[in-house]
């Protein structure tokens, strides 16, 4: 089966100061986690997997199309959807119409996800579809980028530390959702989370970066459950 992401040799960074050196994972249909200190390169991952990183060199392919040199845009058609630290929503403009933009996408690639669809996922979005996003709460925010990624209707979601500023019993709530859309969509995640425990339970394996290299891949029973993970988190500092 071909792998939802497959990552040879990575290396890039910025300007000449190489970040990520010789990386290379996978992601199948499954949810895989990042972890790592801060600095350690996990961000700058992401940011080349979207194409907003440019590739030094080594391979980043995804359902078997190679995407070295696609540009972001290219990349979302094929299927990689980008959740950055930080929400980045279109403030000034409704719930309902961040979610339709989005869809743009969506229907080039034949999505079938819908705005109903979201706002079953999240009914507190249903609620506040036509007001302004820039008046949401930290939750809400990080809930419409979650479904507006989705709309673009990936095959894989690209997840970037999620929990940063939320409550815990928000943050518990939103990694819960992500398990749903794995579940019931089959979308293949890669995550990026500062906080092992709120996500041990709903990951399949899991890579440590150290200093821009993968020191660890192995799942999350393997790594000793979510105090070895936790472990290998705070090893990682």
């Known amino acids: 089966m071909t792998p939802a992401l497959e990552i040879t040799s990575l290396s ?8 990520l050196r010789d990386v ?4 199948g249909n ?7 200190a801060n600095g350690a390169g996990k961000t700058t991952l992401l940011r080349a997997i979207s194409g907003n990183l440019k590739t030094w060199s080594g391979t980043i392919t995804v359902d078997g199309h190679d995407l070295r040199h696609s540009t972001p845009w290219a990349r979302a058609k094929r299927g990689v959807a980008h959740v950055p630290e930080g929400r980045h929503t279109f403030g000034a403009m409704s719930v309902k119409d961040n979610l339709d933009v989005a869809g743009l996408v969506g229907r080039k690639r034949g999505n079938r996800i819908t705005r109903d669809q979201i706002y079953d996922l999240f009914p507190r979005l249903g609620e506040r579809g036509d007001q302004l996003a820039g008046s949401m709460s930290g939750g809400e925010q990080q809930m419409l980028v979650i479904g507006r990624a989705l709309m673009t209707g990936p095959s894989l979601l690209l997840v970037d530390e999620m929990s940063a ?3 815990p019993v928000t943050a518990r709530t939103l990694v819960e959702s992500l398990s749903t859309i794995h579940r019931e969509l089959g979308i293949a995640m890669l995550l990026v ?6 996500i041990a339970d709903v990951v399949d394996r899991v890579y440590v970066l150290e200093r821009g290299t993968t020191t660890i891949d ?3 029973d393997d790594i000793g459950g979510a105090d070895g993970l936790a472990a290998v988190y705070l090893g990682a500092h």
Not at 12 to 19: D, I, R, W
Not at 24 to 27: A, C, D, G, N
Not at 193 to 198: A, N, T, Y
Request: proline letters at 6%; charged letters at 10%; zero cysteines.
């Open 165 to 167: 500023g939320l409550a």
């Open 30 to 36: 499954e949810i895989v986690a990042v972890l790592g």
């Open 24 to 27: 290379s994972l996978t992601v």
């Open 218 to 220: 192995g799942t999350v």
């Open 193 to 198: 989370e500062q906080s092992p425990h709120l």
């Open 12 to 19: 890039t960074g910025y300007l000449k100061a190489p970040v």
